[in-house]
């Protein structure tokens, strides 16, 4: 069974920098493309950013320059470095992995406000 499990989301003010994980299980992540997701209230959820295998990433807009995702296969898991948050950040932030599914783990709170 695949499980992805987020942690590290929190309230911080502007300009602040969180640090998000997603620990993998049930899944060799290191054969698969892994991505994050965020969904704002009454939004669409959208892609943030996702690296492939070996690596290559890709970003949102609105993420680079921002945000860096990277990945530790060794510990099957995944990682969203967000710094220079805005208010506009404040969303659920999902980790998300297709490889014969589509699995999502639970999500992760992030809400930048002062």
């Known amino acids: 069974q695949v499980q992805l499990v987020e942690s590290g989301g929190g309230s911080v003010q502007p300009g602040g920098s969180l640090k998000l994980t997603c620990v993998a299980s049930?899944?060799?992540?290191?054969?698969?493309?892994m991505n994050w997701y965020r969904q704002a209230p009454g939004k669409d959820r959208e892609l943030v950013a996702g690296?492939?295998?070996?690596?290559?990433?890709i970003y949102a807009d609105f993420a680079k320059g921002r945000f860096t995702i990277s990945r530790d296969d060794a510990k099957n898991a995944v990682y969203l470095q967000m710094n220079s948050l805005k208010p506009e950040d404040t969303a659920v932030y999902y980790c998300n992995v297709f490889s014969i599914s589509e699995y999502w783990g639970q999500g992760t709170q992030v809400t930048v406000s002062s």
């Open positions: 049930g899944i060799n992540i290191r054969r698969y493309r």
């Open positions: 690296i492939s295998r070996g690596g290559p990433t």
